[in-house]
Nanobody, 121 residues
Framework: QVQFVESGGGSVQAGGSLTLSCGAS????????MGWFRQAPGKEREGVAG???????YYGDSVKGRFAISRDNAKNTVFLQMNDLKPEDTAMYYC???????????????WGQGTQVTVSS
């Protein structure tokens, strides 16, 4: 099993920035890919960004050019730098991991508890 500690969520005005962090513990061999997903009330969960152990990255279309994912493999931690935030970015953000590398959002099977991001206009 993999456990996560997420932090960095909060409230910000449109145009502002936030950085989310997620530290993994437990069976960290199963974190070949780590990613961030989000879910807004009444909407389906969507992939935001993902990164492989080799630091290959991929992003959802709505955040390309504004968000950046990175990871510190030595600390089993993944970060999401979010810039130029918009009200439509408001959601619960979840850290996730899977035990294989692939440039897509499918197959994540370990999930954090989530951290709320609220962007006001």
């Amino acid at each position: 099993q993999v456990q996560f500690v997420e932090s960095g969520g909060g409230s910000v005005q449109a145009g502002g920035s936030l950085t989310l962090s997620c530290g993994a513990s437990g069976d960290t061999k199963r974190t070949k890919s780590m990613g961030w997903f989000r879910q807004a009330p009444g909407k389906e969960r969507e992939g935001v960004a993902g990164i492989s152990l080799g630091e290959s990255t991929y992003y959802g279309d709505s955040v390309k050019g504004r968000f950046a994912i990175s990871r510190d493999n030595a600390k089993n931690t993944v970060f999401l730098q979010m810039n130029d935030l918009k009200p439509e970015d408001t959601a619960m953000y979840y850290c996730a991991a899977r035990d294989f590398s692939c440039s897509s959002f499918g197959g994540y099977n370990y999930w954090g508890q989530g951290t709320q991001v609220t962007v006001s206009s």
